[in-house]
């Protein structure tokens, strides 16, 4: 049997891979999907849940900046190409998700040990052009453009280059014949569907995602300011990170009443609180490199516009789609009615099912594989 085997250091199974693996199914290939053991967010080890993985040990670190987590990545891109050396049978079809760079450097070595492997890099984030601007970026400029080389260097070994996002495939030059920007991908609600309860006494906001070091405090906390002086503010926050207390603290001191629900998985839950916003905030640091983010997707998801400054395609969408505001143009909502709001969430899901639902990101993908195989 035609073999496959689709590879992600941090478990990305479910974001990234499982449309490539479910694809290359379809295509008859029996597919192993091969990570670590070590969970990248929170620091520690991890049994992954998806049928027939194949977990290699993965030297544990507890910094995301540290020699550690580089020794870590560096030695799981070459334990993961020995492994395959040591295989009986050499993989028809290679899906490797990048970051880290390091599976970039040992995957271009595996495809000239074995050129007739089709090798496919599906690239979710830019690293480390995604890292936060300041002081430290520029003291380590020379580090992260070898870091960067790693990648870039290496991406024309490959047979075929996804990105998460236009913007990526952009900011690299890669050539239209052998590169696709897929988005990122999301099933439908298995829901009832509920008619959403929004308040005309006062604005409630909704943050839904990790609160990392990447999102903006200071330009949440002004738009925060700015709303408030015109109507009072509520702000849902579903998520948790390791900088949680001072993200509620600071929405707090900017005016608005903050709801704390931690991280919520129950989607029933999650519609419930959602149904009382307007808007999610889309808001991260202007320095960090993002086209599409995960969050946006979940809030499409949901139904719910997007209040949004990410550049590159999540700009475009508002724009076009009309699925949202930019944060420059923010105070334009306490402009519209809750009509106005209800027939952007319509055009919001509309948006969803023809760009980001599952079965229309397996067909983009399909597609990739057809030309290659």
């Known amino acids: 049997m035609k073999k496959a085997v689709c590879i992600s250091c941090s478990d990305h199974y479910d974001h990234r891979l499982h449309v490539a693996?479910?694809?290359?199914?379809?295509?008859?290939?029996?597919?192993?999907?091969?990570?670590?053991?070590?969970?990248?967010?929170r620091k520690e080890h991890f049994v992954c849940s998806v049928d027939g993985c194949v977990q290699l040990p993965a030297r544990p670190y507890q910094k995301n900046l540290s020699l550690d987590r580089i020794l870590s990545h560096r030695n799981?891109?070459?334990?993961?190409?020995?492994?395959?050396?040591?295989?009986?049978q050499q993989p028809d079809v290679l899906v490797v998700l990048l970051p880290p760079n390091f599976l970039a450097h040992y995957g271009a070595k595996y495809k000239k040990r074995h050129p007739g492997v089709r090798l496919i890099f599906d690239i979710f984030d830019?690293?480390?052009?995604?890292?936060?601007?300041?002081?430290?970026?520029?003291?380590?400029?020379?580090?992260?453009?070898v870091w960067a080389a790693l990648r870039d260097r290496n991406l024309n070994k490959a047979d075929f280059v996804v990105t998460e996002c236009e913007m990526f495939r952009q900011?690299?030059?890669?050539?239209?014949?052998?590169?696709?920007?897929?988005?990122?991908?999301?099933?439908?609600?298995?829901?009832?569907?509920?008619?959403?309860?929004?308040?005309?006494?006062?604005?409630?906001?909704?943050?839904?995602?990790?609160?990392?070091n990447i999102i903006s405090i200071p330009d949440i906390c002004?738009?925060?300011?700015?709303?408030?002086?015109?109507?009072?503010?509520?702000?849902?926050?579903?998520?948790?990170?390791?900088?949680?207390?001072?993200?509620?603290?600071?929405?707090?001191?900017?005016?608005?009443?903050?709801?704390?629900?931690?991280?919520?998985?129950?989607?029933?839950?999650?519609?419930?609180?959602?149904?009382?916003?307007?808007?999610?905030?889309?808001?991260?640091?202007?320095?960090?490199?993002?086209?599409?983010?995960?969050?946006?997707?979940?809030?499409?998801?949901f139904g719910l516009p997007i209040i949004n400054n990410i550049p590159g395609d999540t700009k475009l969408l508002v724009q076009e789609?009309?699925?949202?505001?930019?944060?420059?143009?923010?105070?334009?909502?306490?402009?519209?009615?809750?009509?106005?709001?209800?027939?952007?969430?319509?055009?919001?899901?509309?948006?969803?099912?023809?760009?980001?639902e599952k079965s229309v990101v397996l067909e983009q993908y399909s597609q990739i594989l057809q030309r290659l195989l």
């Open 21 to 41: 693996a479910e694809c290359l199914r379809e295509y008859g290939y029996d597919t192993t999907y091969i990570t670590s053991d070590f969970d990248h967010t």
């Open 76 to 88: 799981f891109a070459r334990d993961v190409f020995r492994y395959l050396e040591s295989q009986p």
């Open 126 to 145: 830019l690293w480390p052009e995604t890292f936060p601007g300041g002081k430290i970026k520029t003291l380590l400029a020379p580090v992260f453009k």
């Open 171 to 212: 900011k690299l030059g890669l050539p239209d014949a052998t590169s696709k920007a897929v988005w990122l991908c999301a099933e439908p609600l298995d829901l009832p569907k509920t008619a959403p309860q929004l308040g005309s006494e006062k604005l409630e906001l909704c943050y839904l995602g990790a609160i990392n």
């Open 222 to 301: 002004s738009l925060i300011k700015e709303l408030t002086s015109k109507k009072p503010v509520t702000l849902h926050i579903i998520g948790k990170g390791e900088r949680q207390e001072e993200f509620i603290q600071q929405a707090k001191a900017a005016g608005a009443e903050v709801v704390y629900y931690g991280p919520v998985y129950d989607a029933q839950k999650k519609q419930e609180i959602i149904n009382r916003c307007r808007f999610g905030l889309n808001i991260m640091k202007s320095s960090v490199c993002i086209g599409l983010t995960m969050k946006s997707v979940d809030y499409f998801r």
């Open 321 to 356: 789609k009309h699925i949202g505001v930019q944060l420059e143009d923010a105070k334009k909502i306490l402009s519209l009615t809750t009509e106005d709001c209800l027939a952007m969430r319509q055009t919001v899901e509309e948006m969803f099912r023809t760009c980001f």
